[in-house]
């Protein structure tokens, strides 16, 4: 059964920068399309970054576009979320996810598309 550890999550002040690491235990990563998603308490799991298997394009949601970076070392079956410029607002946690059945852009930043998930790493900004 193919599982997903996340690390690298903490307690950072607002500005300062964090790198996630998504580990997939399957050599089936090359053909998974990821996703981070977050979750603060009481409220539902939400879209951050994805990356496709295959040419590697990136998706972002607006609240994080041009401070945050997905990428994958392959070799490596990780998945990483290099997150700068931390916000307050970013204060959550972290979930990988990985599936690999074909999405189309907007598929990618919905929970439900994603059939494999990770334990999650807390991200907590202080102001």
């Known amino acids: 059964q193919v599982q997903l550890v996340e690390s690298g999550g903490g307690v950072v002040q607002a500005g300062d920068s964090l790198k996630l690491s998504c580990v997939e235990s399957e050599r089936t990563f090359t053909n998974h399309n990821m996703g981070w998603f977050r979750q603060s308490p009481g409220t539902e799991r939400k879209f951050v970054a994805a990356l496709s298997y295959g040419a590697g394009t990136t998706y972002y949601a607006d609240s994080v576009k041009g401070r945050f970076t997905v990428s994958r070392n392959n070799a490596k079956n990780t998945v990483y979320l290099q997150m700068n410029r931390l916000k307050p607002e970013d204060t959550a946690t972290y979930f990988c996810?990985?599936?690999?059945?074909?999405?189309?852009?907007?598929?990618?930043?919905?929970?439900?598309?994603?059939?494999?998930w990770g334990q999650g790493t807390q991200v907590t900004v202080s102001p």
């Open positions: 996810a990985a599936t690999p059945d074909p999405l189309t852009s907007d598929q990618r930043r919905e929970v439900e598309r994603y059939d494999i």
